[in-house]
């Protein structure tokens, strides 16, 4: 039995986070996989040296947005972009690797915005979405990782009642999304093992929320039900700066 690590991570930039120890990251991590979200470059002209990892990008049509990508020192059998519907698939969004145990899926779920504009497109977004990781959980467990870009509970957060329903991550409907994941045999891997409120992964970068421990819990290991039984352990890598939000980590034993 081996130790499988993998790192997620909303960079908030590839192009910033290079400057900001990128690479020291990706050297002290000596993650087997690691997925990057919010890339925010067109990869066929951005490229990244990395030595012994092997590359997938999903890059936004429109310069400078979202984008996704996945380094992976294990080769996979396949690699999809996308979730084949196009309403869907023009941002870059998601990455799915295929393994021989499992599949990867690196999201990076879209926000409702300021004033909750795309509400209602997250909402068809989480149930086509739903419906794709279903598809595949049909034939092998599933690992998601990513921005998920919702609290699921009030601990998940540090004010709860002043954002519930009015700030994009926290609306009933985003959280009925969660729930929906949670029901359909996956679950939520950080919370296997901690149940404290207190951890979060995203800061805005203002009034030092940070440093005051102001934040929210979006970026998650969501796995199928059925497969938490290789997890090692999942954690949140609250110390790793140079982006809004931090990495988070899950070690398997496959």
Known sequence: MSTLKLISWN??????????????????????????????????KYQINL??????????KKSGYAGTAIFTKQKPLNYYLGIDKKQHDDEGRIITLEFDNFYLVNAYIPNSGRGLP??????????????FLKKLDEKKPVILCGDLNVAHTEIDLANPKSNYNKTAGYTQDEI??????????????????NKESGNYTYWGMWNNLRQRNIGWRIDYFVVSKRF???????????????????????????
């Open 11 to 44: 960079v908030n930039g590839i192009r910033a986070i290079m400057k900001k120890g990128f690479m020291d990251f990706v050297n002290e991590s000596k993650a087997d996989i690691i997925c990057i979200q919010e890339t925010k470059v067109d990869h066929n």
């Open 118 to 131: 795309r509400l209602d497109y997250r909402k068809e977004w989480d149930k086509d979405f739903l419906n």
């Open 228 to 254: 938490a039984k290789h997890i090692g352990k999942s954690v949140i890598l609250k110390d790793v700066t140079g982006s809004d939000h931090c990495p988070v980590e899950l070690d398997l034993k496959i």
């Open 51 to 60: 030595n012994g990892y092997l590359q997938y990008w999903n890059s936004a």
């Open 176 to 193: 009925d999304g969660f729930n929906s994941l949670l029901n359909a045999s996956f679950v939520d891997t950080f919370r296997i093992f």
